[in-house]
C-alpha cells in the first residue's frame, strides 16, 4: 500500500489529446529553432544544450524507443549544426560546449526513461485499484481528493471528474464514529485508521462502510491520506433488523403469558447414541424395564433460560435462582420424561403431555408441556418449552363437576315438583268434571220422584272422569319420564271429536260457541291417546279461559284439522284477546303464567307431549280481522 501511495501526486486523468499535439508541435519548434540558430549564428554551440526542453516537454509522452530516436535525432542535429558551422576546423570550446550538450541530452533522457518506466509501474498498480471492487480514494493534507478509482465512482455515483479537487468529506458527508481531531491524531501516531462510517451517495442515499485510512508521508514531509472503503450497509441492514427480531423475540419470550424454559437436550442426544450404540434397539421397552434409565438422562438435562411467567409460576425469585437441571422440577414418579425421550428418539416433530412440577416451594403444579423438536442438532442447545399451569383450569373442572352435581340433584327435585305440579294441573279437570257430575247425580235422587236414568248417566259421567284421571296421571308420569306409553295408530279427527268432549262442559259454562272442523278423515297419527289428547284439551281449555275477557257473544273456539303433506295439522284459535306480547317468547316455557291462579304448565306439557311425538307446537299470528290466540300442532301422520 506504502508503494501505492506515490502515485498521489500524479494526474489522475490522461493529458488530453490536443494537449499533447500542441506540445510536439511545441518541441519541434524548439528543435528548428535550435537547430536554426545553432547552425547560422555565431552562438556556435552554445545554444545545443536547449534541445534538452525538447525531451522536457514531450519525452514523457514517448515511451519505450521513441524517446532515444528523438534524442539520437536532437544529438544529430546538434552535430549537424556543430559541423556545418566548424567545419574541418575543430576549436576546443565549442567541440566542449557540444560535448557537455550531447552529454545533458543523454542525461535528460536517461532521467526521462527512468521516469515513465516508474510512471508505468505506478499506473499499472493505479489501475489495479481501479479493479477492486472497494472504494478507494486519495485525498491530499486539505482533505482534497487526488485520485477516485471505479469502485468510488460506482459506490458514491460521484465520476472522478466531479470528484478530483472536492473535499472528500463534504462531498460525501461523512459522519465520524468519534471527533475528526481524535481519529487524526490517531492516524499521525498509528499511521492507520480503521472505523465504520456513515456516508451518502450522490443521489443522497444513506450508506455505512468500513473505511480503512492510511497515512503517506513524502520526503517533503506532505502527506495524503489513502481511503479504502467498503459498503456494509446490507450488512448493517441484516444485523439490524436480526437485532430486532432478536429483540422482539425476547419481549414475547417474558411477556407471554405462558411458561417458557429453555432446556440444552444435546446431552439427550448423546445418551441416547450412546443406548443405541449399546444396541438398545426397542428404546421404550429398555425405558420401562429399567425406569433409571431415564431419571439419569433426566439429571444432565440442563435449564438455559427462562422466562418472567415461569419465575412467577414456579415461585422463584430471578432468573440466576432457577432450576439448573430438569430432575429438580420434574418429581421422581413422573413418567413423562420417558415419553419424551422415545418421541425424541422416534424423531417426532413435536411433543405434548400433561405431567407435574414441583415448585419451589414444593407445591405440585399440573402442567400442559409442549414443545417443537429443532429440524436439525444444532438447535439442540436451545430448546424451548412452554409450560400451561393447569391449576385453575382443574379447579374449574372440579367446580364444574360439583356444580352439575347439584345441577342434576335439583334437576331430580325440580322434575318431581313439575310431575306433582303436572298431576295436579291436569288431574284438575278431570276432578271438576267428577264433581260437576256427582252433584248432578245427587241433585237427580234428591228430586221428589228422584229420576233414576239421569242419576245413573251422572254416576257413568262420574266413573268415566275418574277413569280418565287414572289415566291422566299415567300419561303426565310417562310424558315427565319421557316415556310416552301405549302408542297406538289414532285417526286425528277422533282424537280432536274425544279432546272437544272433555271440554264439553267448560265450553257450556263459558258461553263458547265451538266450532269444529276436523277435515283429515283419513290421516292417522301414532301416539299415545290420553297424552294426546290431554294436549289439546289444554290448548282448548286455554283458549276458553282466555274469551271470559271479551263478550260473551263474541267467544267463539275453532278446532280444525287437515292433512299436510306427511303432516297432520291442528289448529286451535279463539276470539279472545291474544298471547300478551311477552308470553309469546315465552308461553311455552315451564311455569310461565301471566293469570294470577294459574300454573305455567298447560302450554310446557303441550310441548312435551307434541316433542315426545315428534312433533312441533307453535304460536301463529292471527288470522286477518282476528286477534286471538291461535296455535299449530303439527305431527307427523303415519297413513
Ligand atoms: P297457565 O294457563 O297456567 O297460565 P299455560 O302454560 O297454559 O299456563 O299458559 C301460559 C301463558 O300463556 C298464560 O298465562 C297466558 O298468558 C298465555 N296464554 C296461553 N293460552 C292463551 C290464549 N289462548 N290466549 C291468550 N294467552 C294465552
Known sequence: MNRLMRFSPFPSSRPSAVGRRLRLAGAALIAAAVFVIDTFTPLSSAVAVLYVLVLLLVGEELPGRRLWVVTLACAAMATTSFAFAHGEDVELAPTLRLMVSLAALGVAAFLTSRNLA?????????????VTSDAIFIRD?????????????????????????????????????????????????DGAWQGEVSQRRKDGAPLVVLSEWILERDETGAHALLESNTDISDLRRVDE???????????????????????????????????????????????????EVAREIKTRVGITDVNATALKMMGVADKAGFFQRLDELLPETD??????????????????????????TGEMIPVMVALNFPSDAQGLDRVQASIVDLTEQRRMQERLDRARAELEHALRAATLGVLSAS??????????AISNAAGAAQRWLDRETPDLDEAKEAVADVVHAAAHAAEVVRGIRGLIAQTPADRAPLPLDGL???????VRREIAEHGVELILDPQAPDTVVHGDRVVLQQALVNLMLNGVQAMSAVPAETRRLHVRSRREGGEAVIEIADTGPGFPPDAADRAFETFFTTKPGGMGLGLA??????AAHDGRIALLPPAAGESGARIEVRLPAVT
Open 605 to 610: 306439557i303441550c310441548r312435551s307431549a307434541v
Open 496 to 502: 280432536l271429536a274425544a279432546s272437544a268432549g272433555f
Open 335 to 360: 413418567d413423562s420424561f420417558a415419553q419424551f425421550l422415545i418421541a425424541f428418539e422416534a424423531g417426532a416433530p413435536r411433543f405434548e403431555t400433561e405431567t407435574t412440577v414441583r415448585s419451589r
Open 118 to 130: 516508474a510512471r508505468e509501474i505506478l499506473q499499472a498498480q493505479a489501475r489495479l485499484l481501479d
Open 241 to 291: 433488523a436480526l437485532r430486532r427480531s432478536e429483540a422482539r423475540y425476547r419481549t414475547i419470550f417474558n411477556t407471554l403469558a405462558v411458561s417458557i424454559w429453555e432446556h440444552d437436550f444435546r446431552p439427550v442426544k448423546a445418551a441416547l447414541d450412546e443406548l443405541r450404540a449399546q444396541g438398545v434397539t426397542d428404546l421404550a421397552e429398555h425405558l420401562a424395564r429399567n425406569p
Open 423 to 432: 298431576i295436579a294441573h291436569e288431574v284438575n279437570q278431570p276432578l271438576a
Open 141 to 189: 493534507a486539505q482533505g482534497r481528493v487526488t485520485f477516485w478509482n471505479r469502485g468510488a465512482e460506482r459506490l458514491y455515483g460521484w465520476s472522478r471528474d466531479e470528484a478530483l479537487g472536492q473535499d472528500a468529506h463534504r462531498l460525501l458527508a461523512t459522519a465520524l464514529p468519534a471527533p475528526s481531531e481524535d481519529i487524526a491524531a490517531l492516524v499521525a501516531r
